[in-house]
């Protein structure tokens, strides 16, 4: 338990930030769509990145970067934790790492790591906490990958439950974007309206 509450879900409750987040991207089909709104808006927002996608699409990468969002670790190819052992895990993590060392300098390097599918071991997370790396986690899940609801339920299911210091999970990917591309522009703009501040995760 102690472990687990080394985890971050969300922050300051006293302050009216918004820390929005992606996962699974760069993804040309939707990220370049999500950067573009989010400086319509002047927000921030933390990427947790793909490896094998950062290999491939190294100038939306760049402009993820060159826009000051952070940028965190998702592992080299999307890797559960619960179906992997800790060395192929960690060794997938450090693939992750390294395209990230590669493509930005190191002071502009913020360890910051989220498990794909929120599955990790505890050994897991132990190799990763010890390497200076803080794991984020999500109070709000927006379900923008869920095939079962409609974009119209996603949009409520975020309004509804993001607060002071929320951490939202969005997915810039291919799966995902219909739905965002119908709730992204809604959120930011309803938040900003509500005097909101977007933030990226440092």
């Known amino acids: 338990m102690r472990l687990f509450s080394k985890y971050i879900w969300r922050f300051s409750l006293e302050k009216k930030e918004i820390y929005l987040t992606f996962d699974d991207g760069p993804t040309p089909e939707i990220t370049n769509f999500v950067l573009d709104e989010l400086q319509k808006y002047k927000a921030k927002a933390t990427f947790f990145c793909i490896g094998k996608n950062i290999k491939n699409e190294p100038e939306i990468f760049k402009r993820i970067i060159a826009e000051k969002h952070a940028v965190g670790n998702h592992t080299q190819n999307h890797l559960s934790g619960w179906k992997s052992s800790k060395k ?33 071991k505890k050994k897991q997370a132990k190799k990763i906490l010890k390497k200076g790396y803080k794991i984020i986690m999500w109070s709000v899940l927006s379900a923008d990958f869920d095939t079962s609801i409609t974009k119209e339920e996603c949009l409520e299911n975020v309004l509804q439950n993001t607060t002071n210091g929320s951490i939202v999970v969005f997915h810039d990917s291919v799966k995902a974007s219909k739905k965002l591309r119908y709730v992204l522009p809604k959120v930011l703009t309803q938040f900003t309206q509500q005097g909101f501040v977007f933030k990226a995760i440092l």
């Open 88 to 120: 192929e895990y960690v060794e997938n993590f450090l693939e992750c790492e390294s395209e990230i060392s590669n493509a930005i300098q190191k002071c502009q390097k913020q360890q910051l790591f989220r498990p794909p599918y929120g599955k990790l």
